[in-house]
DNA sequence: TTGTGTTTTATTGCCTCC
DNA sequence: GGAGGCAATAAAACACAA
């Protein structure tokens, strides 16, 4: 080690509060002061103009390592949120699907039979059992949710994933002139349910 | 008291700008 | 090429549990 060194380190000492004060305030204020204002505040707080410059570097960089830690830490609470909406939604989706196909078996068994109360199903979210769908012997019903968004996620994931296989089956009649593709799936519009006949 | 982790002050080496 | 900034690092000062 160095005489300088030594002697430098010897020598070191923490800044008193008052000092500490009047930095902090200059670099809210200026976080990269010109050469004569760090000479002007060294004078005024008994410091090296070095002191001042060395402390107002390590200053920046404190600054910048809190900013990217605050930064972090948003991202991940809206990457937690997200996951967490993403698992919830994966739940129901897959609910969805199941009543979906029990549904479609149910519509296939029920072909023969015209009485209302055997053709008269409902498929419902997992979380509240609110019925979503529902098949009666007037046709399928899209029942209105509170939040319009959530009725449209629900139904695009049901018209991509599954509504293919549903017009391959028995579910969509062509004879009758109502098909997914030639409905209006979502009535924006404000209708509380539609209705669309077999 | 002491070991350990954190914060603060300071150095070093590299880079950019004029 | 010198001045100043930044990143990485060293080491003193400090806080605190055991």
Redesign the pocket.
Known sequence: ??T??K?????????SDD??KSLETTFSNE?????RL?QHLANKLG??P??V??????????S?SRQIEEQYSMLKSDYDQLASQMETLTKENQTLVIQLQRLKKMADKGDDEDTENKNHFTLETSEDQRPLLEINSQGLCMQSCSDQNRKVDYLEDIDVQYMAQIAEGGLTSHDNGCSFESCTLLDNAGNSSQWWDF
């Open positions: 080690m160095s300088a060194k002697t430098s380190i010897n020598n070191r000492k923490r800044f000092q500490i976080s990269r002061p010109e050469l760090k410091l090296q070095r002191q410059a060395i402390w107002f570097q390590n200053k920046r960089a404190r910048k």
